[in-house]
């Protein structure tokens, strides 16, 4: 949106993307205020002194999300000229994926559900950042589009140090190797009417992974590598059980050779003492394969387990990013330290101090204004409800959205 398209109104019903939805009559009426038609910087003014007196009561929301709108267009901009971090595999920039939910009869978005809504964080090889949030918050399409399996809204997407966010299928195809997935259903994610040793040889023929004659071999390597027994070979994915297929899962992603693994809850499904199995045989491969992982749950005590970097999303937002450490000595977002509150401690002396989450998810198709979690934040103030906190690094690699904290740089 350019300043002149914002001038006198405080809105536009011009999406400033295609997936962008135009603003509601609702959000639109707002800007006018009644019997005032004021210019762009007299609101301006109006909403600055709010924020000085703290009485939001004149404040405009649309003016204010409009701006916080083209900052952060304004900092993805500057952002794409910067080379990629030579230190990581995987640097993901201002990462978005909307879903189009209604089209004009033209074809426009008119309304998008906006899944994953500017994420950005770096993650170097051989380390596993592991995602958390509630049900619905983008996890499961972050992963997705960073294999591009979508193709994403807008964003850059650095592997290796090149940006493949607009890579078509052709250029994408000596990648998809370097790139796997895992899924979290080990049941639904195997063909029935294969054996093992077919499942596991097709991706190996397919890319040309070692000579032909080589590949049953291969095979049987990579299925002793992830605790799978060579007589498996000839046997059909029904006659194991969750736990096994899952192994099975994991070397189908093996055998290729990955360099990043997204693993989208892969031990959701699985009994207790099986998860602990796969996630220890999940490290086991990363130290003998310098395995980069991109690991989503909703379990944070497996996620404690596993990850270097952990990255919590909330209404496709990171809300907060940092290391293991950090993250677990000092959560610093309301919505962390409630997700960490609701984690049994082993520990029966522990008083647990459990902070409950009120109230149910907003659709991200219609986000709360102001900070997207506010309507459940226990910590919610006025500001909260009106204005979106900045996304700031407060210790060295430690990330957080919240009012809480000190919004300008220092
Ligand atoms: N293909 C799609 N088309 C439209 N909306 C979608 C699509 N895929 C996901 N969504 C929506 O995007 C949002 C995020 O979904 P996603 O599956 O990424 O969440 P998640 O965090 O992985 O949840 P869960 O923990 O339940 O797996 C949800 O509101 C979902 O309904
Ligand atoms: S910005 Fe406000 S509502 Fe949002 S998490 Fe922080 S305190 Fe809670
Ligand atoms: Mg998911």
Do not use: W
Request: aromatic share 8%; glycine share 6%.
């Amino acid at each position: 949106m350019t300043d002149e398209e914002l001038k006198g109104t405080g809105v536009s019903g011009t999406p400033e993307t295609e997936n962008e939805a135009p603003m509601s009559e609702t959000d639109a009426s707002k800007t006018v205020q009644e019997g005032k038609d004021l210019t762009d910087e007299e609101i301006a003014e109006q909403n600055r002194k709010c924020l000085e007196t703290g009485d939001f009561t004149e404040f405009d929301d649309a003016f204010e999300a409009h701006l916080e709108q083209k900052r952060r267009d304004e900092k993805a901009e500057a952002d794409r000229a910067l080379p990629p971090d030579p230190d990581s595999l995987l640097e993901v920039r201002h990462l978005k994926m909307y879903f189009p939910l209604k089209k004009s009869l033209g074809g426009k978005v008119l309304l998008s559900l906006k899944a994953v809504d500017d994420i950005s964080f770096t993650l170097k090889a051989g380390e596993t950042l592991g995602i958390v949030g509630e049900s619905g918050c983008g996890k499961t399409t972050m992963g997705r589009a960073i294999l591009k399996l979508y193709k994403p809204t807008d964003g850059q997407i650095f592997f290796e140090g090149k940006d493949i966010a607009q890579y078509k299928s052709a250029e994408m195809r000596p990648l998809r190797t370097k790139m796997q997935i895992i899924f979290q259903d080990p049941y639904s994610s195997l063909p029935p009417r294969s054996t093992v040793g077919g499942i596991l040889s097709e991706p190996v023929l397919v890319h040309k992974i070692v000579e032909k004659d080589k590949v049953k071999d291969y095979v049987l390597e990579v299925m002793d590598q992830c605790g799978l027994r060579d007589y498996y070979y000839e046997r059909y994915p029904h006659e194991f059980s969750g736990g096994q297929r899952q192994r099975i899962c994991i070397a189908r992603a093996l055998s290729v050779n990955p360099r990043l693994v997204v693993c989208d809850e892969p031990v959701s499904a699985l009994d207790v003492s099986i998860q602990a199995q796969i996630i220890n045989l999940l490290k086991r491969l990363q130290e003998q394969r310098g395995l980069t992982y991109v690991f989503i749950s909703h379990d944070l005590s497996v996620v404690k387990h596993i990850s270097d970097r952990i990255g919590v999303m909330y209404l496709g937002s990171m809300v907060e990013f940092g290391d293991k450490k950090s993250i677990f000595s000092r959560p610093m977002h309301p919505y962390t330290q409630a997700l960490f509150s609701a984690v049994p401690n082993p520990n029966p002396d522990v008083k647990m101090d459990r902070i409950v989450l009120k109230g149910d998810i907003p659709s991200p198709a219609n986000p709360p204004k102001g900070c997207k979690f506010h309507t459940r934040c226990h910590k919610c103030m006025e500001i909260c409800k009106h204005v979106a906190p900045v996304y700031r690094e407060y210790e060295p690699g430690h990330f957080v959205a919240c009012h809480l904290y000190p919004q300008e740089e220092q």
